[in-house]
């Protein structure tokens, strides 16, 4: 079974930054498996932000693009996302996935961490 713990939400005046971490149990470091996060606001559909992909490729949807970046540390066996230039648009609850369904095990999800920014 796969875990996945998400910290560093919180409280940020536009223009700040926060960097989310994504603690994950098992050994899906060790496989590179592709990870993601997600978002979703109140009322709103949950939507990719930022994903890495086997080979270390990484894409953003182009509402982050320049200001997000993603990205893994396997001995760690942590992701992250660093945010600058926030944005109240921002707002969201933030979600990490791990997608392990190629080596026949299953698509996780964490709890959620809570980003506010303030205007």
């Known amino acids: 079974q796969v875990q996945l713990v998400e910290s560093g939400g919180g409280l940020v005046q536009a223009g700040g930054s926060l960097r989310l971490s994504c603690a994950a149990s098992?050994?899906?470091?060790?496989?590179?498996?592709?990870m993601g996060w997600y978002r979703q606001a109140p009322g709103k559909q949950r939507e990719l932000v930022a994903r890495?992909?086997?080979?270390?490729?990484?894409n953003y949807a182009d509402s982050v693009k320049g200001r997000f970046t993603i990205s893994r540390d396997n001995a760690k066996n942590t992701l992250y996302l660093q945010m600058n230039s926030l944005k109240p648009e921002d707002t969201a609850g933030y979600y990490c996935?791990?997608?392990?369904?190629?080596w026949g095990g299953g698509d996780y999800w964490g709890q959620g961490t809570q980003v506010t920014v303030s205007s």
């Open positions: 890495i992909m086997i080979g270390g490729s990484t």
């Open positions: 996935r791990v997608d392990l369904t190629a």
């Open positions: 098992g050994s899906i470091f060790s496989i590179n498996a592709p």
